[in-house]
């Protein structure tokens, strides 16, 4: 390790520009000429349009233009919101970019306004006139499914997107025959709102001489909008759309997919023929931004006499919204279904997944995306597999651990998991915890009439999807590998340009250590660029946790190309055989004489000057790297969560979080931290705060901060984490990945920890999010004690 390489706990750079204003994000961005974009949006759920009138906002000083999705579809371009995950017999019913007959959520564009300003963009969205048939909405998955429920595209008889099933449905009935004792739960996996800091933006420029596009926007993967903007929407050749990603003010999977808005954008820029901008408004982010979640779920699990798993039974209504957005399809299947052996060695399982339309904002990707879902059914299961056998939830996991020496672990849903050591993680957790202490003190307490609880969450996450023909076999519209560019310039400084794009991460921090310890230069001679399809080659962008794993292994590789080719230049000048040269510290030198050492820099100066290079090397050093991992990555981990209800109020206090992770090996132990401390974060906030509620007729009644609970600071305890270290054996970093593991393992460890708290008044399960209410209604319900 170098003071400032691979495994220094060293500061972002990345945090003076963000916190002392200096960033620049999508809205900062003014060009000349510029005009503003606000978009009419339905207030039906579900509804026929009979006609639209915009005279009066096309007359209003100030409005540059009005239009609609006639205007649209009168414009020749295919128009169109594309799919990027197919099923077999996967029903994709064609999403407008503009809705032109009729709506199907709440917050489904209409019209369309650009205006001079933004204000006046917003007033005349007010002077469109729509005459609506309202038709009857469903809100509900597996209500959806149901005979009579409205029917919103004609092509899903049922509203049924899919019909999907993995696993081995004989092997498993036949287990839940022979079973001692079966576990049974229904779940529901709440939907969620995603809230990055910055809502999404965009700021198109349409060059009508060149035919060219300059697409600002706040996205995770600038290449993967660039090719949809090109194939589904706009028709632009692809080498004419340049998209730019600025500062994004974070993601969490809601700023991966395609949406309608930035198309709309576009198309408006490419009509007008100047820059047009549009920014979401909070309450639009939360009609229209990708939801995360809402599963209802029924799960078996069949155990033997000794509390050894024989089966797991997972049926899954899904849903997916009023259309499919761009992963919809892969996140409760391959992402979900694949992920129910958890940590556990369980020789049957099947998962049966209905994914449903509902007239609701379209579901997709939300931070864990189908991993969360998963840990979620696999861990309260145990917690309710220990209540019927008998055992203590702790023993039970023990007892089903897939053991250490059974790497790699061909699970029965298909993954293989790579390597890990579940029950370190867990015996470092109970250390920690002192868990037979916690016990005696929570008896005593409860004699006291106080009501502790504690939730062990034993989870397993999938990253850096790969190999690409592997996912592509599965019905990806995507590759998965990542590109790197290293380039070590004359003066010896590195540009390395990034396929990956980050969006708070701290990749310019990480990518930046890759190299220094890989080249052996100083880290502020590394300058990291992502985010400009124009600069960038090609790339599949930030999601899943694949930064490190996928996007770093490129970097790595890519590094070690350059150290290969300067090992040949630098042979050459010390008058040396290539095998007799050491690498270290960024020199190179004759083994056994490190005194006669050429630097990585001097290389590098000959490289360029080329004036004593050796025959058939050509001038100039760098590499330029597409790499494909051979698998995903599976990090681990135990998190334990102790709370303290209150059945007086229903209150529920998390008293004490300690997380247990193995990421693998970490570049940067600090952003590791970091990032594990926003994921408990954010799962906590489902576990017992954040839910989108639609009512009967559709209209999202959370629509705002004031009703929908973000997590703060003060509800939740100063975090513990620590990490055991079980290194990737396939990547050449040996890491995992980490951006999602809180949240994958949070809800599962609060709930279960609630429901032991709450086990004295007769509770076997409350669903998210844990409110004041439901607690106190349970408590309650019989009198309460």
Not at 13 to 22: M, Q, S, V, Y
Not at 713 to 724: I, K, R, Y
Request: charged residues 20%; contains cysteine.
């Amino acid at each position: 390790m170098t003071e400032q390489g691979i495994g220094a706990a060293i500061r972002r750079r990345e945090d003076p520009a963000l916190i002392t204003g200096k960033a620049k994000y999508t809205d900062d961005l003014q060009l000349p000429n510029m005009a503003y974009v606000a978009i009419l949006r339905s207030p039906y759920s579900h509804a026929r349009i009979r006609s639209i009138d915009t005279s009066a906002a096309k007359a209003l000083d100030g409005v540059v233009a009005v239009f609609t999705g006639q205007d649209v579809a009168d414009s020749g371009i295919p128009g169109t919101v594309p799919v990027g995950w197919l099923l077999p017999n996967l029903k994709t019913p064609a999403h407008p970019i503009l809705a032109k007959d009729t709506v199907r959520y709440v917050g489904d564009g209409v019209a369309v306004v650009v205006a001079e300003d933004r204000y006046t963009a917003y007033d005349a969205l007010e002077l469109i006139q729509v005459d609506y048939e309202p038709l009857p909405a469903v809100v509900n998955p597996k209500a959806a499914t149901q005979e009579g429920a409205p029917q919103i595209h004609e092509e899903a008889p049922r509203n049924i997107a899919f019909d999907w099933e993995i696993g081995d449905k004989a092997a498993t009935d036949a287990a839940f025959a022979n079973a001692a004792h079966v576990a049974r739960l229904e779940l529901v996996n709440n939907r969620l709102i995603p809230n990055a800091m910055e809502p999404r933006a965009a700021l198109a420029d349409y060059n009508n001489i060149t035919g060219e596009l300059t697409l600002y926007m706040t996205t995770q993967n600038p290449h993967i909008h660039r090719l949809l903007m090109s194939l589904a929407s706009l028709g632009l050749p692809e080498h004419k759309i340049r998209v730019i990603a600025p500062e994004v003010g974070g993601g969490f999977g809601s700023k991966i997919h395609h949406y309608p808005d930035e198309a709309i954008v576009s198309w408006c820029s490419m009509q007008l023929g100047r820059p047009v901008k549009w920014t979401a408004t909070r309450s639009e982010t939360y009609l229209t931004d990708a939801h995360g979640r809402d599963h209802v779920t029924t799960a078996e699990m069949a155990l033997d006499e000794n509390g050894k798993i024989l089966g797991l039974r997972v049926e899954t209504y899904a849903a997916m919204g009023a259309y499919l957005s761009t992963f919809a399809p892969a996140v409760p299947t391959y992402l979900y279904g694949t992920l129910l052996s958890g940590e556990y060695d369980i020789p049957a399982i099947h998962c049966h997944v209905i994914g449903t339309f509902t007239t609701t904002a379209p579901v997709d990707a939300y931070r864990g995306a189908g991993r969360p879902e998963a840990t979620y059914v696999v861990e309260r299961l145990m917690d309710q597999a220990a209540r019927v056998t008998g055992l203590d939830p702790v023993e039970i996991r023990r007892r089903n651990f897939v053991s250490p020496d059974k790497f790699p672990f061909q699970t029965q849903v298909a993954l293989q998991y790579d390597s890990g050591n579940y029950p370190a993680a867990l015996e470092k957790a109970l250390s920690i915890i002192d868990y037979d202490k916690f016990r005696q003190e929570q008896a005593a307490l409860r004699q006291q009439g106080r009501y502790l609880g504690i939730g062990f969450s034993c989870y397993i996450e999938a990253c850096g999807l790969a190999p690409s023909q592997v996912v592509g076999s599965l019905g990806a519209q995507a590759g998965q590998w990542e590109s790197a560019v290293v380039r070590v310039l004359p003066t010896g400084k590195v540009m390395v340009y990034s396929g990956s794009s980050g969006h708070g991460q701290g990749h310019k921090t990480t990518f930046a250590q890759i190299v220094a310890s890989e080249l052996g230069v100083p880290y502020e001679d590394v300058e990291i660029i992502e985010g400009d399809t124009a600069q960038i080659p090609h790339g599949w962008g930030t999601y899943g946790s694949r930064s490190a794993a996928v996007g770093g292994s490129a970097i790595a590789v890519g590094a070690r190309k350059v150290v290969e080719k300067a090992r040949k230049i630098a042979a050459h000048l010390l008058e040396a055989a290539e095998e007799d040269l050491a690498f270290e510290n960024g020199k190179f030198y004759v083994k056994g004489s490190p005194d006669q050492a050429k630097t990585i820099q001097e290389v590098a100066l000959q490289a360029y000057l080329a004036h004593n290079l050796p025959k058939g090397i050509e001038p100039a050093l760098e590499s330029t790297t597409f790499y494909d991992p051979s698998n995903f990555t599976f990090p681990f981990g135990t998190h334990v969560a102790i709370v303290e209800v209150f059945p007086e109020t229903g209150r529920v206090e998390l008293r004490r979080y300690l997380a247990v992770d193995d990421v693998g090996n970490m570049i940067n132990p600090m952003i590791v931290h970091g990032q594990i401390h926003g994921g408990i974060a954010q799962g906590v906030g489902q576990a017992l705060f954040e839910s989108a509620v639609y009512d009967e007729s559709g209209n999202l009644v959370t629509g705002t901060m004031m009703d929908y609970a973000v997590p703060k600071a003060h509800f939740l305890p100063s975090f513990e984490t620590e990490h055991t270290v079980t290194p990737c054996p396939h990547n050449p970093l040996g890491v995992k990945g980490v951006g999602e593991a809180g949240t994958i393992a949070s809800p599962a460890a609060v709930i279960n920890a609630v429901v032991d708290a709450l086990s004295p008044f007769g509770v076997e399960h409350v669903d998210m999010p844990v409110t004041p209410e439901k607690v106190w209604r349970l408590c309650h319900r019989n009198g309460g004690q």
